[in-house]
Nanobody, 120 residues
Framework: VQLVESGGGSVQAGGSLRLSCVAK????????MGWFRQAPGLEREGVAR????????YYADSVKGRSTISQDNAKDTVYLQMNSLKPEDTAMYYC???????????????WGQGTQVTVS
């Protein structure tokens, strides 16, 4: 199982980024995929998750209304569109797979290497 993230970068406050996560070698139809982030000195926190079978989504309050998680099953890819970015969104963003409906890191067995998002 391999999760490969891309799309991070440096943007000014108010800007947008779209993160992508390609899932290779993993049949994720019956579980959730999620995005988490971790800033230096802080714990990893959940950002958003999608139930890949139903498409049901859930967002952390910190990004609700500014972010959209979506999937393209044909490409085995999950996206996180982030708008109106704030400096406090600066973190390493990780894609995770195999989780349940709870947006909790310990319930996700598969992780990508992360992509850095910096908002100034």
């Amino acid at each position: 199982v391999q999760l490969v993230e891309s799309g991070g970068g440096s943007v000014q406050a108010g800007g947008s980024l779209r993160l992508s996560c390609v899932a290779k070698g993993y049949e994720y139809r019956d579980h959730c995929m999620g995005w988490f982030r971790q800033a230096p000195g802080l714990e990893r926190e959940g950002v958003a998750r999608i139930a890949t079978g139903s498409g049901n989504t859930y967002y952390a309050d910190s990004v609700k209304g500014r972010s959209t998680i979506s999937q393209d099953n044909a490409k085995d890819t999950v996206y996180l569109q982030m708008n109106s970015l704030k400096p406090e969104d600066t973190a390493m963003y990780y894609c995770a797979a195999g989780g349940n409906l709870a947006l909790t890191a310990r319930y996700y067995p598969y992780w990508g290497q992360g992509t850095q998002v910096t908002v100034s």
